[in-house]
């Protein structure tokens, strides 16, 4: 089985988005690799959260991913800061990290567009930590987004340059998780295109939401006034609806409401209220399991306590080795 390493940064709530593009192939990793799930937890050091916020923010992430089925037997899931081998791994990637190299990279300069009066020294070696998360569990392979192709790249130029530089084959140099069949998409409801990507109220459908929020957003969604041909082209707010039913609703559903579309008869507001509903009985058992598990202190534990406990044995073979080529040596 290959070895399979994914970060999630602790930031925000899951919704509809998360669920049906990263959630459901990190499901399917689980079954068929050897998958090392963490929690990113010194990476959101960088915009300095407070001590309450960071652990509220890993508390809800962890609960929300357990509830969606990431599962503590089938793959190690562990918070990042529980396993003190990554930061001894980090500082050392780091003296072979040239400050050039790592100010060329796209997302550093956008964090000092975004945010010029915090550029601090864990943006810029953001991709080093990343390295260390990677190949302190000697990873084949990392499950990477668009925006994640370059910290990629960079994982492979400082894996291979250890390599290069001890004469070892230490670490295997990281490839992309393919995921086979290609990413759902899932819109978001204020028009803005992928759900999540604008911060916008009502933008995104969180697991975790209340019946009563998920109806106040939808029916909010922005349409239009109504198709005027027979079987025209839906623009992309309706064909947003329409994508959206596609995954949360039964099949006829889908097809009422197409047909509705397509011989000029439907009411946006019917559908709206069926979308609604069927989203409903759709998040409704995560967050049924969000707020259980949330509550479960004596189960969080357990659970990160087993995976910490883990992911330890695995860092420390390597780091022992890593210290060994490197010259450190006990006198
Ligand atoms: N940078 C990733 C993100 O923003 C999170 C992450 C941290 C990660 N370390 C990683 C992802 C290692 C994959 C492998 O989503």
Redesign the pocket.
């Known amino acids: 089985m290959e070895k399979v ?5 602790p930031t925000g709530k899951l919704h509809l988005g998360n669920y049906f593009g990263a959630i459901k192939n990190f499901l399917r990793m689980q079954e068929e690799n050897n998958c090392y799930f ?1 929690i ?1 937890d010194f ?1 959101s050091l960088t915009t300095h959260p407070t001590p309450e916020d960071l652990h509220g923010n890993v508390r809800q992430v962890l609960a929300e991913y357990l509830a969606t089925g990431l599962d503590p037997e089938k793959a190690v899931i562990y918070i ?1 800061s529980d396993v003190p081998e990554i930061t001894e791994l980090y500082l050392l990637l780091n003296m072979n990290a040239y400050v050039g190299e790592l100010e060329r990279c796209t997302s550093f300069k956008e964090k000092v567009r975004k945010q010029p009066d915090n550029v601090n020294a864990g943006l810029l070696t ?1 991709p080093t ?2 390295t260390a ?2 190949i302190i569990h000697k990873a084949a392979k ?4 668009k ?2 192709e370059q ?1 990629l790249e960079m994982m492979r130029t400082f894996a291979r340059r250890f390599n290069r530089m001890y004469q070892v084959d230490m670490f295997p140099i990281p490839t992309a998780y393919n995921f086979g069949q290609a990413l759902v998409k899932i819109p978001g409801l204020d028009g803005s295109g992928k759900m999540g990507k604008s911060e916008g109220e009502g933008n995104a459908i969180f697991l975790s939401d209340e019946p009563k929020a998920v109806r106040k957003k939808v029916m909010r969604a922005v349409t239009d006034a109504g198709p005027t041909q027979m079987n025209q082209q839906k623009p992309e707010a309706i064909q947003n609806l329409f994508t959206l039913m596609d995954v949360v609703s039964e099949k006829e559903t889908l097809e009422f409401f197409d047909e509705q579309y397509n011989s000029c008869k439907i009411r946006y507001g019917d559908m709206k209220k069926q979308l609604a509903e069927d989203m409903i009985k759709f998040t409704e058992p995560f967050r049924e399991k969000i707020n259980q598990l949330k509550a479960d202190d004596k189960y969080l534990h357990k659970v990160a306590e087993m995976g910490a406990e883990k992911a330890r044995a695995s860092a420390a073979a390597t780091l022992k080795e890593v210290r060994d080529v490197i010259g450190f040596r006990k006198f």
């Open positions: 390493v994914s970060g999630i940064r963490f990113a990476h990042q953001y930590l990343m998360d990677v990392v499950p990477v987004g925006d994640q910290n």
